[in-house]
């Protein structure tokens, strides 16, 4: 009886700090999921990695740590953790795509798009992998294939809003690539998509300025001027800083004839946001119908310093120029 008194007694001297520590590594893993959860990434850091001191053979806690440190905007770290991860159970898909998601911040769209297939080969179903697909296929303007992907990210029950977002955008740029290839039937027929989408948007959400805002930049596409106005001024009601929506007005209004109403609205975009480059483009347009080409260039010139489309800048900056070398007076 002694002897398996004994016996027991070792057996709980063996046995006890191991319970001891994996009820350890749980309650920090545990504490690192709160912190991130109220935002605390530095803290979040900290318990992740004493986790990970009492199990460093668990890929789930070198996930965690990766993410804590992601959300920290340490990103060769969390690279670090979540290829750890992958050492430890190389079906982690989880892991996978948060390393897309980090080649997605690094501009390897195409390193991204191979690690969320990665993800998909083990999860089909991974909605996170889908919307990472969508965005590094959109950064290399794979516009359709991005769509795709957007709204099977959707379907997966992905956040609505970011996904929606992201297709109306698609929608809208292959509607503007096909019009500048002379497609206007195929360009319309996107166009009318994203309106459709917007539509739904702003019924669901009929008090948010930015669904007004998208359903009016839509409209901009099929040049019904008068909705763009109508969509912006209600952007603008409900939220009075909206710079993006008062560029869209001003814009509108060049397209009908009202130069002053542009200017003003114009103006105002850059009053709020000094560093939007759409207006100064618009207001370049507003100038050059007006035969006001040194103001003009000069509108163009800051759009292009603020990073807008250079083809387009210099385009008009030419036409100025000629503008202005047919107009200079001669000595006689």
């Known amino acids: 009886m002694k002897k398996i008194i004994l016996l027991i007694l070792m057996l709980s001297i063996v046995i006890s700090p191991c319970y001891v520590a994996a009820k350890g590594f749980e309650q920090h893993y545990e504490n690192s999921k709160k912190y991130y959860n109220e935002g605390n990434y530095h803290q979040a850091v900290k318990s992740a990695k004493q986790a990970i001191k009492l199990n460093p053979e668990s890929a789930k806690l070198h996930y965690n740590l990766g993410r804590c440190y992601f959300q920290a905007k340490d990103y060769k770290k969390a690279m670090k953790e979540q290829k750890k991860a992958l050492n430890l159970d190389n079906t982690y898909y989880q892991a996978y795509n948060a390393i897309a998601v980090l080649y997605i911040i690094e501009k390897k769209y195409e390193k991204a798009i191979e690690y969320s297939n990665k993800s998909l080969l083990f ?42 977002n992201n297709i109306g955008n698609n929608l809208l740029d292959l509607s503007e690539k096909y019009l500048d290839q002379g497609k206007k039937l195929q360009s319309l027929k996107f166009a009318n998509q994203a309106i459709e989408l917007a539509q739904e948007e702003v019924k669901n959400n009929p008090n948010s300025a930015q669904s007004h805002y998208n359903l009016g930049v839509c409209y901009f596409y099929t040049k019904d001027f008068k909705n763009v106005i109508k969509e912006q001024k209600k952007a603008i009601e409900l939220d009075s800083q909206y710079y993006k929506a008062y560029a869209s007005l001003g814009a509108s209004y060049i397209f009908e004839n009202e130069y002053e109403k542009a200017i003003e609205y114009l103006n105002k975009s850059i009053l709020i946001n000094p560093k939007y480059p759409k207006a100064y483009y618009a207001l370049g347009l507003v100038y050059q119908d007006q035969g006001r080409f040194t103001e003009s260039n000069e509108m163009y010139k800051k759009s292009l310093e603020l990073g807008f489309k250079e083809q387009k800048c210099k385009k008009h900056i030419k036409k100025n120029n000629e503008a202005l070398k047919i107009n200079r007076p001669t000595v006689q």
Request: hydrophobic letters at 30%; one cysteine or more; charged letters at 30%.
């Open 123 to 164: 999860d089909p179903k991974y909605p996170y992998a889908y919307f990472a697909l969508g965005y590094a296929n959109q950064e290399l303007n794979r516009l359709e294939e991005s769509t795709k992907m957007f709204q099977k990210s959707l379907e997966l029950g992905y956040k609505a809003a970011d996904c929606k």
